[in-house]
């Protein structure tokens, strides 16, 4: 028995990075998941992993951004499996710039990914957990959601956003037994985070203040969202599960 066996989890973003790693463990753990991504040559090769690890997984094409993909594809996940139990909202996307010099669209372009994206998927989620009799919502935020640090005023604003709406989402769903909760992952190593791991002065830069002196791998954040995704976590909403090697403790 897996730890989300019987459960229907929808993940976007997955064709890379940490919404990859979600996929795999949760499809591990006995998952029905649904690998969605703006990218599909990447989204297959998520499903591909998956199915080299033995198990099965199935990919649909989401722009998070975009509404009518997400009624589509909610119609499509109820149609063939009737429910929705766990939507992990994980698709992001990064912008280094200072507040000064980030354009008007640029904001823009952050938000609508990383933030209306999030309430896009919360609000279509709510009618397959509902199916379910309740569900899991696992929104990613970073640290720099609850932290700020120079050169990346757009993202640190998206993600700020994400975790207030984790709170509101919580209180608006707890009559549907759905829990919503945010993750604020500090630096991990994936295809976002490339250039700054393979530069060490910028890499010795944020690692300065992370107690445990190391970036984060995809799977060490998998983990704590499977947690969260799972039974285990019934008592947890609204809240915010920082996952970065002591970056914010001092
Ligand atoms: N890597 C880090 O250090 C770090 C730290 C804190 C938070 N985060 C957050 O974690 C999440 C995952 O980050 P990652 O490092 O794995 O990123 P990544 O860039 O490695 O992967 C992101 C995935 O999202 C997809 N995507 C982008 N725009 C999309 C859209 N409009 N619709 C659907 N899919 C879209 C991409 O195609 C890609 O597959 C993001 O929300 C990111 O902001 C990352």
Redesign the pocket.
Known sequence: MGRLSRKVALI??????????EAILFAKEGAKVIV????EE??QDTINKIEKAGQKAEFMK?????ES?WTTVMRAVIEKYGKLDVLV??????LFKTLEETTEDEWEGIF???TK?VFLGCKHAVEGMKKAGGGSIIN??????IIGAPSAAA?EAS?GA?RELTKAAAADFAKYNIRVNS????????????D?IKDPAQTKQVLSTTIMDR??T?EE?ALPVLMLASDESSYMTGSELVI?GGYTAR
């Open positions: 976007t973003g997955a064709g890379m990075g940490m919404g990859e790693a969605t991504d703006i990218n990447a989204g989401l722009n998070v951004t975009d993909n909202n994980n698709a992001g996307i990064l609508k990914v990383n994206g990613i935020s970073s640290i720099y959601g993202y993600k994400v993750v604020h992952p500090g630096l991990i190593d994936t295809p976002m985070t490339s700054i970036p984060g995809p954040v970065d």
